[in-house]
């Protein structure tokens, strides 16, 4: 699809001057909305997109927040929660009202756009095809950048209404510091206190899909703003010295993976964020309709586990050797996906040690040995009282 970069911007900047742009909320989101688009056809480029697509994905960034101007005018609010979805918002406003057409003639592109912005602000994305997801994490990421510049430029005290004594001397929730230390999306649920809230935006950068997003965060700085917050609490002071450690060396591996993988013959299989392994293994469909989830993974190692249910047993009441199985194939093939994609499983050794007692099995995978062409993982698979109830030894062959 063609882009009229020049009709856009026009028709965005006609829609936007029914609105008061001289209210500050307003202008925010008219400003964040032009850094969107440009944060997205950086992304674009550096996926090496058509010039098509690269346009597809500015014009995504321009439509993202077309919503936001009728939620403040409407509740006065940029908070969801207490107001209405605004993805949801933005996509009803162009397509059912047929306002998409002042951006492009063309219709060619109006699933894939509005299904973009719909999904913009969800905590995680569904199974979709690879150009939806494609288009879908380059928006997320965009706008994921530039939010962390629009939470150091606005006063922390307005965006949370808390006083600034609250951020100085609040402690680290336990949960929150579990979820930013293991590389987690920090939970908003369980954020309580001001370093909390903090804490939730510097764990923006885990959920960023592609590396450009990354150096981008790097060159603005904005995160290490956030990350040289100074606590009068000790135990919080100490405990920021070590996120910062942690967000560092996440970031150097993240764009360090990707230098890596255009050396020929290096690892190609790694995935650079649980979203894109699980996007990828949601179309594993035995194990998925199985109802096996991956419940971690890292460099060479992952587990999964399933809950057990009838469907998963035999005509004696017992679960199938076949779920035990698939629980430990499917485990295997998150560990070695972390190093080379595709791995098939080639030679197995399985020993069904225990029947297995209680309501799920887990499965963890660990590789044993990593060659050129093959690895070796054990796989222990435990039941739901906590015994060893199979063992397997299981080759693949890098294909
Ligand atoms: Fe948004």
């Known amino acids: 699809m063609k882009t009229d970069r020049a009709k856009v911007t026009a028709s965005f900047q006609k829609y936007a001057e029914h609105y008061n742009l001289s209210d500050v909320k307003v202008k925010l989101k008219y400003d964040h909305t032009f850094r969107v688009a440009q944060n997205a056809e950086r992304i674009a480029k550096s996926l090496s997109l058509s010039p098509d697509d690269i346009d597809l994905a500015w014009l995504l960034g321009m439509l993202h927040d077309i919503g936001r101007f009728e939620q403040v005018r409407r509740y006065g ?9 605004h993805a949801a918002l933005s996509a009803d406003i162009l397509f059912h009202d047929d306002l998409i057409r002042s951006f492009c003639e063309d219709s060619s592109e109006d699933r894939l756009i509005e299904k973009s912005i719909r999904l913009h602000n969800v905590y995680r994305l ?10 879908c994490t380059i928006l997320r990421d965009a706008d994921k950048v530039d939010i962390l510049r629009v939470n150091c430029e ?3 005290t307005e965006i949370y209404d808390l006083p600034e004594e609250a951020f100085r001397t609040s402690a680290v929730t336990p949960a929150v510091y579990e979820d930013i230390m293991n590389e987690r999306n920090v939970d908003r649920t369980n954020s309580t206190t001001g370093i909390d809230f903090i804490l939730g935006h510097i764990s923006f950068v885990y959920g960023l899909v592609w590396p450009e997003s990354l150096r981008m965060v790097r060159e603005q700085g904005f995160l290490e703003q956030l990350l040289s917050f100074q606590s009068d609490n000790p135990d919080t002071r100490q405990k920021m010295d070590l996120i910062r450690e942690k967000i560092h060396s996440f970031i150097d591996r993240r764009i360090g993976s990707d230098r890596k993988n255009h050396i020929p013959g290096a690892e190609k299989g790694y995935f650079e964020t649980s979203e894109q392994m699980h996007h990828h293994f949601d179309h594993d469909h035995f194990a998925v309709e199985n109802g096996i989830t991956i ?5 060479k190692t992952a587990v999964c586990s399933v809950h057990l249910t009838d469907h998963h047993r035999n005509a004696m009441g017992r679960v199938m050797g076949g779920v035990v199985f698939t629980l430990a194939d499917y485990v295997f093939a998150i560990a070695a996906s972390s190093v080379h994609v595709p791995t098939v499983t080639q030679q197995v050794s399985v020993s069904f040690l225990t029947s297995p007692k209680g309501d799920h099995l887990t499965a963890r995978a660990d590789c044993v040995r990593d060659g050129r062409t093959s690895a070796v ?3 222990d698979v435990f039941d739901g009282s906590g015994n060893l109830t ?3 030894l299981i080759t693949g062959a890098k294909i």
């Open 377 to 379: 993982y054990n796989v």
């Open 77 to 85: 609010t940029f908070q969801d929660k207490s107001s209405v979805n």
């Open 154 to 156: 606005t006063p922390r």
């Open 295 to 299: 419940d971690s993974f890292g460099k």
């Open 126 to 135: 569904p199974s979709l095809p690879d150009r939806e997801y494609l288009f």
């Open 390 to 392: 199979a063992k397997l």
